[in-house]
């Protein structure tokens, strides 16, 4: 299995909005710069996330995105899958044609292994992340030019999510 960019960016988006839950909406050019992640495939990935469900946007100054729910609400499969990407590890996508349109000798240990990427995926909240002391450490990192934002100030920010 391999996640493209397309899903790595999505939950790093996703997170990002996280650890921002009780500020406020969020623009996606904040977003991009804290993550170095270019704004139209933000821009993307946001319109499938829209869609999804997972995000609310607000228009006009003061505007951006929110997360729908509370981060604790939102799986990390469920933010990979918003965007398409597909979590599995069969060369046949799952459809047991990997062999001349028959299934290949190794097609359920992928199948297998694919379920269980995907369940410990969907084990793990962004609301999960956003605890986690290694995260709170990048966050306060990327913020700190920014706004002089210190390691407490998220905890607490995660800790009223």
């Given at each position: ?9 999505a939950v790093t988006a996703m997170l990002d909005l996280a ?27 946001f319109a499938k996330l829209r869609r999804q469900g997972l995000?609310?946007s607000t228009r006009g100054p003061g505007g951006g995105y ?96």
């Open positions: 299995m391999r996640l493209t960019t397309k899903g790595r960016y650890l921002h839950y009780e500020d406020g909406p969020i623009t996606l050019a904040d977003i991009s710069s804290r993550q170095g992640i270019s704004l139209s495939y933000l821009e993307q990935l995000v609310d929110r997360l729908s729910r509370s981060p604790k609400e939102i799986p990390v499969a469920n933010v990979i899958t918003a965007v398409d990407e597909n979590i599995e590890t069969t060369r046949c996508g799952g459809l047991g044609n990997c062999q001349n349109d028959d299934m290949c000798l190794t097609h359920e240990l992928w199948a297998e292994l694919s379920e269980r990427i995907y369940n410990f995926l969907s084990e793990i909240s962004l609301g999960d992340l956003v605890e986690r002391e290694e995260i709170l450490e990048v966050a306060a990192r990327q913020e700190r030019n920014k706004n002089s934002i210190n390691i407490d100030d998220l905890k607490q920010s995660a800790a009223v999510s």
